[in-house]
């Protein structure tokens, strides 16, 4: 399975591919934010994940490019901490600022790498948003997500594979956030009110899951 | 603002103001300018991602920390959301460990907040000082607006040590309001000052006058504090031989004003046994009650400890040490049971014998109304062998021997609620002096229920639903854990109690940390302090400083995450080692059990108990009211099965609408299957909602305490009935089962195999009525253990005379992860049990390899005794 590590090539991939579905996506997230929140996700992502590619460009283009997993991922971090403007913000950058500490001063991860350094930014956002299970947050898409990742790696899976399963448990686990009522955040405030409306941190999330599924895993 | 100052004065501290808006700040900073008359306190902005953009930024928060900070530190305020969440980020940014710890995340308002901090900055306050005169900002503003009481400040050793400035000039305020004002002053004459229980008794006499009260210790300067509060009079410090000023205000200020000080004059009425209060006997508190001895300790704690433990010695930098007696981290205001819940009897006499007996027999209908409805979510949330100790508080209410001494007392003078508690004083009294220590634990019981009657009697309403924090008792009751909400309760710390209680077993059923045993100083813990609480180590942190409070939080997000990732995995199917898949459901009483269930990771409903419909209601809900909650379970459970039992009751638990001899032996009796038969009406009316349910959704119809084959043969009758009735054929997912309870079934699989689905296995009344032994009943508890191989045989027999039907268990046994491979080994392919157990089930069985498990199985049902399998199963796993 040498072909399907995660070299920087492939992270700069699948964090290209996310900005283009948050982009493409930017209209769904701010309407979904409208429902329960401040009406900005769509806005503040796409802000953000604009800036990153323009960091990324930037960075090749001056010629200092990034060779390693753990700088990759930790200037994405530095970039939509600065860019993005509400709570996604702090929780997006502290996931990718924790990956990239997992991640290391390496050139690729390995499969089991990759799902260390994704759970390793679920801790964080945990510990960040301090939010449980159930509240109607990212970590209801996310969680799921690294379980299946880790979970059909343990089962033999290939990357391609298991990402394929984590994306379709991070989807189960947006739509699960419908029913729920949320406890975290500005959505918080309408109490039994959103009950009823998708969370838009974690369909954000289920696309982020689903441009790995889609980059990561298989030489293109 | 970062004027240059005089190179040899000591560095201030700085101020960090993080807002989404960037006009925000900046206006809030020409504010607090105008108070700083040009003195030289760096005070930088982190607001915006531009001029125009709302946001913040974490790497911009972190530039303004080390601009700001000059050596003396930074104290970071802030606006609301992302705000906090960036300011956090910040700090793990900031590499230099010495500048981090040097920063403080300031909870004030943030204009206030800012204004206050900038005055105190520039007075070269330091760090925790202009924190704590921040959040003392908003002090003010309560009083003003009369509303000072509501909500107690965060008491860590930080903040309580507040600047009292702000808070003088409320009580200005305060004393300007309309009506009479008058002053008084007295002279603290306890012996160790206004500590906790005077101060208790203060509060609770000030709340009952019309008139707003308030105290300044004028030996201290410390105050003006409300005197309704008791977390704020705990903060004046009062000593003995201070002198306390008195203001009081309102229509009835003069009243008022010699109430409290006649209080005072009397001590506070601190000596127990004063004249005008009841003897001993008749005086009770709400978690427990105090013998003699115990108050001598809590004045030896008194010493040891001092009168007001967040400024005690050790208080806020290392915890205490209690008995871990369920597992989790609890962070919280205290809120206390002890003394101001404690119930006075007055010592009246009986004017109308006859009316006074008939207010004790409606009260203890009332309660036992109470404790049926406690039961039904203690089943819910531990299963019904630990809510079983309700049974025993039922009983104790019928007690013959109880209700005739009470009568006895009333005929021959006394009022009822005097009657009654020393009549349950008496009893608790018996208990308390048995030689065997589990009896001499009922004693507890005993009480539970009697302060439940005598709150009724006295009309105290009970506060337990409106705990919230960290709740600090004597001793738990299990009727006080039901009524927690266990949102609100972060945990429970008990002065004494033990881990096997029936209160703390509950309380881990419902997820509330808590610990035992921990002294009776903790009962002088005020109202408000800021505790920490892990219920695995048994560490109580009171008042804990920043880097304690962390260390607790830091504990509490680990756990949270392990939580998370096992509940995560729970959503998926558990399969064994070697690719056989077991069904995990859940077993639910209520519309909230379905919506942890589904949070839970359950496959499907195993267990639903329809009598939460039936219970506590006058008349029986009809077909449209069955169907709308039966379709709101299976909505909220995304679609997953349901599997409704119909109506499973007996004489132990009577309805009001549904006539039931009076048997001498109910669980022997018309119960179940057999009751629902001699009322077809009632059974025709369930099984047409679940068949009209069953076309929206898939349905498993499950009959309960079936016995004969002609039973069954009846109840499916009557099922094709209801089919044909509401007209649309039979329901193309609907599947028929019973449940297998008694032993004779269970030896008649094959007979009702030909004519069912499934059978699901009720382990608890099957080992029950396997071992002719109550578990309800101490005496005989030990014999009913569902670990014996006899019910082991039984189970076997079932899923070997099953054939194609699914055979379940939905018992207790389900929930326990011991008996997880050994009930794969014998053939159960459905588990179903309380949601909170599901994720280790789950786990249990990914673990379990089929063929081991067999082998297991075999060895377990041919043991000597239920100690045999254990064993064996530990050796196994």
């Known amino acids: ?220 | 603002m970062s004027e240059a100052r005089p190179v040899s004065a000591a560095p201030l501290v700085g101020i960090v103001l993080v807002s989404h808006s960037a006009a925000l700040a900046k206006a809030a900073l020409a504010l607090a300018g105008e108070m700083l008359h040009s003195k030289p306190v760096r005070i930088e902005l982190a607001a915006g991602l531009d001029e125009r953009t709302f946001g913040t930024d974490a790497v911009q928060i972190l530039e303004a920390i080390q601009a700001a900070d000059d050596g003396a530190g930074v104290v970071v305020l802030m606006d609301l959301g992302s705000a906090v969440l960036s300011a956090e980020l910040a700090l793990e940014l900031l590499d230099d460990e010495a500048a981090r710890e040097r920063v403080l995340l300031c909870p004030a308002p943030m204009v206030e907040g800012l204004v206050v901090a900038a005055v105190a900055a520039a007075g070269g306050a330091t760090r925790n000082e202009v924190c704590a005169g921040a959040v003392g900002a908003l002090e003010g503003k309560r009083s003003q607006l009369g509303v000072a009481e509501i909500e107690p400040l965060r008491e860590s050793g930080q903040l309580v040590a507040a600047e009292p400035g702000p808070s003088r000039e409320s009580g200005q305020s305060v004393a300007a309001e309309p009506g009479p004002s008058l002053e008084g002053t007295f002279v603290v004459s306890n012996e160790h000052g206004l500590h906790a229980r005077p101060a208790a008794k203060l509060v609770q006499e000030v709340r009952s006058l019309d008139a707003v009260v308030m105290l300044r210790n004028l030996s201290t300067g410390a105050g003006p504090v409300p005197a309704s509060s008791l977390s704020r009079v705990a903060t004046l410090g009062a000593l003995r031989d201070h002198e306390i000023q008195v203001s009081v205000t309102g229509s009835h200020a003069r009243e008022a004003l010699d109430h409290v000080l006649a209080l005072a004059g009397r001590a506070f009425d601190e000596d127990a046994d004063s004249p005008g209060t009841p003897a001993r006997g008749g005086r009770m508190a709400a978690g427990g009650h105090e013998p003699e001895a115990d108050d001598s300790d809590r004045t030896e704690a008194d010493d040891s400890e001092g009168t007001t433990p967040p400024d005690g010695p050790d208080w806020g930098t290392k915890p205490t040490s209690a008995r871990p007696a369920a597992p989790g981290i609890g962070i919280g205001p205290v809120w206390k049971a002890g003394p101001l819940a404690a119930l006075a009897v007055p010592d009246a006499t009986t004017e109308n014998a006859a009316a006074d007996w008939r207010r004790v027999r409606r009260a203890i209908a009332d309660v036992r109304r109470e404790i049926r409805r406690s039961q039904a979510l203690a089943v819910r949330d531990v299963g019904e062998g630990d809510a079983a100790i309700f049974d025993a508080h039922l009983l104790l209410l019928d007690d013959g021997d109880v209700l005739d001494d009470v009568h006895s007392r009333i005929d021959s003078g006394q009022a009822a609620a005097p009657a009654w508690a020393t009549t349950i004083a008496r009893v608790e009294g018996d208990f308390s002096a048995l030689s065997d220590p589990y009896l001499r634990a009922r004693a507890g019981d005993v009480r539970a229920v009697g302060d439940q009657v005598l709150r009724v009697l006295l009309g105290i309403p009970d506060v337990t639903a409106a705990v919230s924090g960290v709740f600090v008792a004597s001793d738990l009751t299990p009727a006080q854990v039901a009524g927690f909400d266990a949102e609100k309760v972060k945990a429970v710390i008990l002065a004494h109690g033990t881990p096997t209680s029936h209160g703390a077993i509950l309380a881990r059923g419902k997820g509330i940390p808590v610990v035992v045993g921990a002294g009776t100083s903790v009962l002088d813990i005020p109202d408000g302090t800021l505790v920490a609480v892990d219920g695995a180590s048994g560490e109580v942190a009171v008042a804990p400083d920043d880097e304690l409070l962390e260390r607790f939080r830091a504990r509490g997000r680990e756990l949270a995450l392990a939580r998370i990732t096992a509940l995560a995995r729970s959503s998926t199917p558990a399969v064994t080692k070697d690719g056989t898949h077991v069904v995990v459901g859940a077993n639910l009483g209520s519309q909230e059990d379905a919506t942890l269930a589904a949070k839970s990771g359950a496959d499907l409903a195993g267990l639903v108990r329809t009598e939460f419909l039936f219970l506590g209601r006058s008349q029986a809900p009809d077909v449209d009211e069955q169907e709308a909650v039966y379709l709101a379970l299976a909505e909220t459970l995304g679609g997953r099965r349901l599997t409704l039992r119909t109506l499973d009751v007996g004489g132990d638990k009577p309805l009001d609408y549904l006539p039931m001899p009076l048997e001498a032996n109910p669980f022997l009796g018309l119960r179940g299957l057999r009751l629902s038969l001699a009322n077809p009406g009632l059974l025709a009316d369930q099984l047409l909602a679940c068949v009209r349910t069953a076309h929206a959704t898939p349905v498993s119809l499950m009959f309960p305490m079936v016995s004969t084959v002609a039973e069954l043969a009846e109840a499916r009758r009557l099922l094709a009935d209801a089919v044909v009735l509401e007209g649309r054929g039979t329901p193309p997912g609907l599947l028929v089962g019973i449940m297998v309870e008694v032993p004779a079934t269970a030896l008649k699989t094959e007979a009702f195999a030909r004519h069912v689905d499934f059978f699901s296995i009720g382990t608890n009344d099957l080992t029950q009525y396997t071992l002719a032994a109550e578990r309800g009943n101490d005496a005989v508890a030990e014999v009913a253990d569902p670990y014996d191989p006899g019910v082991l045989r039984l189970i076997q027999t079932v899923c070997d005379g099953a054939g194609t039907a699914l055979v379940a268990v939905c018992g207790e046994l389900a929930a326990d992860t011991r008996a997880t491979s050994l009930l794969v080994g014998l053939g159960v392919r459905e588990l179903s049990m309380t949601s909170s157990a599901i994720p280790e089930v789950k786990e249990a069985i990914r673990t379990t390899d089929l063929s081991e498990a067999r082998h297991l199985a075999a060895q377990a049902v041919t043991a000597v005794g239920p100690e045999a399998v254990k064993a064996l199963l530990t050796g196994h796993s």
């Not at chain 1, 790696?153 to 594979?161: D, F, H, V």
């Not at chain 1, 379709?168 to 309408?190: E, N, Q």
Request: aromatic content about 2%.
């Open chain 1, 1 to 220: 399975m040498t072909d399907t590590s995660v070299d920087v090539e492939a992270l700069d991939r699948w964090i290209r591919r996310f900005a283009e579905e948050v982009s493409k996506n930017k209209d769904l997230l701010t309407d979904l934010d409208s429902a329960i929140g401040d009406a900005d996700h769509g806005s503040n992502m796409d802000r953000g994940m604009s800036a990153t590619v323009a960091a990324l460009d930037e960075a090749s283009s001056q010629g200092r490019p990034l060779t390693t997993a753990g700088a990759l991922l930790k200037t994405v971090g530095m970039t939509v901490v600065s860019s993005i403007g509400g709570a996604s913000g702090p929780l997006y950058g502290t996931l990718f600022l924790r990956m990239g500490t997992s991640a290391g001063d390496v050139e690729a991860l390995d499969d089991a790498g990759f799902s260390a350094a994704l759970t390793a930014g679920l801790a964080g956002v945990v510990a960040r948003g301090k939010a449980e299970l159930g509240d109607k947050t990212m970590c209801d898409a996310l969680a799921p997500a690294c379980a299946a990742l880790d979970a059909s790696l343990a089962g033999g899976a290939g990357l391609s594979e298991a990402l394929a399963v984590a994306a379709t448990s991070a989807d189960t686990g947006r739509d699960a956030t419908i029913p729920m009522l949320a406890r975290k955040g500005r959505a918080s405030y309408l109490g039994e009110r959103s009950i009823g409306h998708q969370d838009p941190g974690a369909t954000s999330v289920a696309l982020l899951v689903n441009a790995a599924a889609a980059t990561l895993g298989s030489r293109p």
